[in-house]
């Protein structure tokens, strides 16, 4: 008897054994036409090893430096670093929809909004309705409101970060431009800012929150699956932020409940702002709700990330910094501002080329999304450099390496060096502006927020530039910066002087 069980049990674990070894197999043989390192021919795990390194944009880069334009990275999903296979996936009539990537966008898992979104359809009338809000055209408060908390930052530079040859104050603008940009966006996402420049702290400790909860949030972007187990009521009322938290995310849910119900109702708040044009167009009270959180996720870090680099980038290059002050000290010579306290127009902002230059190529050297973002090939399957790709397949886009494309920007493309944006010309012009785009997607997945990141980044180069001497503290270690799909930089010590 003891025999016949032993035979039975070793029946079953050879069976399973095998059927494994089949699956496993039939995972390698669906995209085995495309290199890539061995753990992603099986699984995710090589997915989950680069995120845990906090350096998943260099991997991601190195990958497509080894490998080739197109790889292999997990047992349904490739990364490509070739930027026209990005703008054909991207295009408006493309076939290709949205992964399972976007599930992690889900800032309340029972909820979707604009970015986790996969119905086309949805995602489609979401953009028309919400694409005026953003424009600035339903909102003639967007650009006054922009200009009170950067003049904000420089009072607050001024007052507690001026260093003279006998003080010295460091000024950690790593931590500044953060609470600078949730002012911002929390001012025009809903009205009223939290006021972190103001208090010159982290009010809500949002950015806390973030910090001390990215490793649990990565899984998700990793294994989006996980999403649907955050959905289970006990679970999430067990894990998940809540509106009647005290802090982090919770806090941020609570105010944004709070401002848009005031937008309903019979004695509802109308106002000409973002909300206001939302409303106008036919978003719903949840859906305005949901679309206000997420502008301050995506509204806030990305626009931080990509001043910091811009920042960080100019000051360490001597020629660089001396061309942009020449420049903004020119057109202020011929423009005086009638009031010392005023901020440079967004119209005057725009006729500066190398001030242009230098945020294009800050944005070209350090992407603020270097998350995969990756599509789905449709049921149909598509061929991509040659190679069949099997339907349902997901492609991710490798940033860091779109935006070192040597075809694109030359041989370099490494190199900061904003004057490429002021040499090129014809066809060499427009291959350059149509890649580095792709930072902000493309087609149908553009970004809605680039016009208003643009209008934020160009003034407040432009200002503290202008006003103030900016010098690294320490060039040998200039910031902390990690990644993990998105960015956390912080302790990027500067020294501010008056000019």
Not at 428 to 444: C, H, I, N, P, Y
Request: charged share 25%; glycine share 8%; aromatic share 10%.
């Amino acid at each position: 008897m003891a025999g016949e069980y032993a035979l039975f049990l070793g029946t079953v674990v050879v069976g399973a054994v095998a059927w494994l070894a089949v699956q496993r197999f039939a995972v390698y043989w669906r995209l085995r036409a495309f290199p890539g390192p061995f753990l992603g021919k099986f699984s995710k795990l090589w997915v989950a090893w680069g995120a845990a390194t906090r350096r998943l944009n260099v991997e991601y880069q190195t990958l497509c430096e080894k490998y080739g334009p197109v790889v292999r990275i997990a047992q349904n999903d490739l990364i490509t670093d070739d930027p026209e296979i990005i703008v054909r996936i991207n295009a408006v009539r493309s076939p290709y929809t949205r992964s399972e990537f976007y599930a992690s966008a889900k800032l309340d898992p029972s909820r979707d909004n604009i970015l986790s979104t996969r119905d086309e359809v949805k995602h489609q009338a979401l953009r028309q309705k919400m694409a005026s809000g953003y424009s600035g055209k339903d909102n003639p408060a967007l650009e006054p409101g922009i200009d009170k908390h950067i003049l904000n930052l420089i009072n607050l530079i001024n007052a507690k970060y001026l260093s003279t040859s006998s003080s010295f104050r460091p000024l950690d603008f790593g931590r500044k431009a953060h609470y600078l940009t949730l002012d911002l966006i929390s001012e025009i996402a809903f009205g009223e800012a939290f006021g972190d420049i103001t208090e010159d702290r982290d009010v809500h400790e949002y950015i806390q929150m973030i910090e001390e909860k990215v490793g649990a949030m990565v899984w998700v972007t990793v294994f989006p699956g996980l999403n649907k187990i955050l959905q289970i009521p006990w679970i999430a009322r067990a894990v998940m932020p809540s509106d009647k938290d005290e802090i982090g995310m919770g806090k941020v849910m609570g105010v944004a409940k709070r401002v848009v119900a005031e937008r309903f109702g019979p004695d509802k708040k109308v106002r000409e702002d973002m909300l206001g044009s939302f409303i106008r167009r036919g978003l719903t009270q949840e859906e305005v709700y949901s679309e206000s959180l997420l502008q301050i996720i995506a509204g806030s870090d990305t626009t931080a990330t990509a001043l910091r680099a811009t920042i960080l980038y100019v000051i360490t290059n001597p020629r660089v910094h001396a061309a942009l002050r020449r420049e903004i000290d020119a057109f202020l010579s011929q423009n005086p501002p009638a009031d010392p306290a005023s901020v440079i127009p967004d119209a005057a902002a725009r006729t500066l080329p190398y001030l242009h230059a230098c945020i294009r190529e800050g944005l070209r050297m350090n992407p603020p999304i270097p998350a995969l973002l990756s599509k789905k090939v449709p049921p149909e399957g598509d061929t991509i450099n040659g190679v069949f790709v099997p339907g349902g397949t997901g492609i991710g886009c490798c940033s860091f390496g779109i935006q070192r494309n040597k075809a694109a920007f030359g041989e370099d493309s490494n190199i900061f060096r904003p004057e490429r944006w002021l040499e090129a010309r014809g066809a060499d012009a427009q291959r350059m502006e149509r890649t580095a785009d792709l930072v902000f997607g493309s087609g149908k997945f553009q970004c809605l927020g680039k016009s208003v990141a643009m209008i934020e980044l160009r003034k407040i180069l432009f200002e503290l530039v202008a006003r103030f001497d900016l010098a690294i503290v320490d060039p040998t270690k200039p910031w902390k910066s990690e990644n993990m799909g998105f960015f956390l930089q912080s302790e990027m010590f500067i020294r501010a002087s008056t000019r």
